[in-house]
């Protein structure tokens, strides 16, 4: 298991841009995939995007394709996801989570990939 602790989020303006971070506990941050999902107000959790252990490829969702990018530093222990160009239905408690493996991040896009997760942070994006 890895603990795992957001940061970075908060309100911004419609295109505007964000940068959350991911900290990681535990020297074995480096063979975990990365993701991050969000939740909308009286929506079901979804997938946003996805690393692998890495960093050698990615995967978006359609939606933030383009507009988002999902990055690691392993000395660090750290996951970043840059949100640019944001628009209010980017609202939501962003949350990062931690997979076993080493497949490629398109392998990991669905909630049962992933076996760690951390409490979210609040990204609200006004019109």
């Known amino acids: 298991q890895v603990q795992l602790v957001e940061s970075g989020g908060g309100l911004v303006q419609a295109g505007g841009s964000l940068r959350l971070s991911c900290a990681a506990s535990?020297?074995?941050?480096?063979?975990?995939?990365m993701g991050w999902f969000r939740q909308a107000p009286g929506k079901e959790r979804e997938f946003v995007a996805s690393i692998s252990w890495r960093g050698s490829s990615t995967y978006y969702a359609d939606s933030v394709k383009g507009r988002f990018t999902i990055s690691r530093d392993n000395a660090k222990n750290t996951v970043y996801l840059q949100m640019n160009n944001l628009k209010p239905e980017d609202t939501a408690v962003y949350y990062c989570?931690?997979?076993?493996?080493?497949?490629?991040?398109?392998?990991?896009?669905?909630?049962?990939?992933?076996?760690?997760w951390g409490q979210g942070t609040q990204v609200t994006v006004s019109s």
């Open positions: 535990g020297r074995t941050f480096s063979s975990y995939a």
């Open positions: 989570a931690a997979g076993t493996g080493y497949n490629a991040a398109s392998y990991y896009y669905t909630e049962n990939t992933f076996g760690s």
